[in-house]
C-alpha cells in the first residue's frame, strides 16, 4: 500500500510538473507574440511613412523638374510664378544648425567629461537629470523663449541691428535643447572607458587633465561622434523652435542676423495653412520632407559606419 501510494504521489508530482511547464511555455510564446508584434508593427509603420513620402515625392517631381528642384537658388511655392530651388530651405537649415553645434558640442562634452571624470558620485546622481530636465520642455517654449527673451537681449547688448526673426537667436537655443542629447550619450561613451587606462596613465605620472583629455576622450571618440551627429540629426529636424523665431523668408543668405526658413518650418507654414490637398504646393511639403529623410538617413548612415570603424573593443 506504501509503495502504491508513493507511486501515486510520484505521477501526480510528474503531472503537476508538466503541467506547470506547459503553462510556462505558453506564457512564453505569448509574450514573444506581444513582442514580435510590437517589433513588426514599428518597422511597418517605418515602411508607411517611406512609401507615402515616395509616392507624394514622385507625383510632385511630375510637374516640377528634378534639375530645377535640386539646382534653383530661389524657393517661392506659393508665388503665382513659383520656383522650386531646395537649395534655399537646405541653407536656411544648415545655418541654423551649424549655430546649434557650435553651442551645444563645447558645452555638452565639457559637461560630459566633467561628470564622469571630476564629479562626485553624489553630484553625478543629480547631475545628469536635472541637464536632461532640458530634453523635457517642450520645443514651443524653446521658440517663445528665443522670441521674447534671447532677440530682445541681443538687440540690447550687442546687436542692436538684429532683425525680430533671425538665424542666431533660434540657433543658439536649439543649441540648448540638444546639450542633454550630447552631454548624455557622450557621458555613456566616456564612462565605458575601462578603469584601467585612466589607472594606468595614473601609474605613468599624467595628472587628471592629460587622462580625460588624451586617454579616456579618444578611447571614447566613436561614441562621441555618434552623440554629435545624433545631435545634429536632432537640430536638423527641429520644427518649433525655427518657426517661430527664425522667421519664414526663405532666402538664400548665410548672414545669421537675418531671417531665415528652413525646411521643417516651410512644412509647418504650408501645414497650417489652407493649402487644398493635392495641389503642387501641398506636394511640396512632401518632396521637403523627402529631403529631410535623407540627409537624416545620410547622417544616421555616416555614425553608423563611423562607430563600426573606429569603436574601440577591450578586454
Known sequence: MAVDGERGSGRSGTGLWQRESRARHYREQAVKIVL???????????????????????????????????????????????????????????????????????????????????????LRRWLKPALEILAGVPTIVYGYFALTFVTPFLQGTILPSLTIFNALSAGLVMGVMIIPTITSVSEDAIYAVPRSLREGAYALGATKREVATRIVVPAALSGIVAAVILGISRAVGETMIVAVSAG???????????????????????????????????????????????????????SYFFVRRFRETYE
Open 248 to 302: 519664414a523668408l526663405a532666402q538664400l543668405d548665410f548672414n545669421p542676423l537675418d531671417p531665415t526658413q528652413t525646411m521643417t518650418a516651410f512644412i509647418v507654414q504650408v501645414a497650417s495653412g489652407d493649402t487644398p490637398t493635392g495641389t503642387l504646393v501641398y506636394n511640396t511639403i512632401f518632396a521637403v520632407g523627402m529631403t529631410l529623410f535623407v540627409i537624416t538617413l545620410v547622417l544616421n548612415i555616416v
Open 36 to 122: 514580435a508584434v510590437c517589433a513588426y508593427a514599428s518597422v511597418l509603420t517605418t515602411f508607411g511613412i517611406i512609401f507615402v513620402l515616395i509616392f507624394e515625392t514622385i507625383a510632385f517631381f511630375r510637374e516640377v523638374s528634378i534639375i530645377e528642384f535640386l539646382t534653383s537658388t530661389t524657393w517661392s511655392a506659393a508665388f503665382a510664378n513659383p520656383k522650386f530651388g531646395i537649395i534655399v530651405l537646405i541653407s536656411g537649415t544648415l545655418l541654423t544648425t551649424v549655430i546649434a553645434i557650435a553651442v551645444a558640442l563645447p558645452v555638452g562634452l565639457l559637461a560630459a567629461i566633467f561628470s564622469s571624470e571630476y564629479a562626485s558620485t553624489r
